[in-house]
């Protein structure tokens, strides 16, 4: 079992910088690929960003790509989203979630995550 708790969220302008933590329980937290989804209002939850269990790959989508960057520390058992130039709509409800090891499991999609955190919310304005 992994319990993950995000946090970092925030108001912040257009054009600023969040740092999102997801902090996980579990001494097999270092075999979990971590991806960061969001959740806009009356939008469905959209994957961010992932990195595989060693950290030797990362995965962007295209919105982020470039101003996003994913990170891990297995040693502090946490997971990292730092967000620079971000945009108002960038404002969503960011979700961390883990995925246990497993051959043919996509690290974009949402039905292939094991465990999710309670989610936190960023807010970006114009």
């Known amino acids: 079992q992994v319990q993950l708790v995000e946090s970092g969220g925030g108001l912040v302008q257009a054009g600023g910088s969040l740092r999102l933590s997801c902090a996980a329980s579990g001494r097999t937290f270092s075999t979990y690929a971590m991806g960061w989804f969001r959740q806009a209002p009356g939008k469905e939850r959209e994957f961010v960003a992932a990195i595989s269990w060693s950290s030797g790959s990362t995965y962007y989508a295209d919105s982020v790509k470039g101003r996003f960057t994913i990170s891990r520390d297995n040693a502090k058992i946490t997971v990292y989203l730092q967000m620079n130039n971000l945009k108002p709509e960038d404002t969503a409800v960011y979700y961390c979630?883990?995925?246990?090891?497993?051959?043919?499991?996509?690290?974009?999609?949402?039905?292939?995550?094991?465990?999710w955190g309670q989610g936190t919310q960023v807010t970006v304005s114009s």
């Open positions: 979630a883990a995925q246990r090891r497993s051959r043919g499991r996509s690290l974009a999609l949402i039905e292939d995550y094991d465990y």
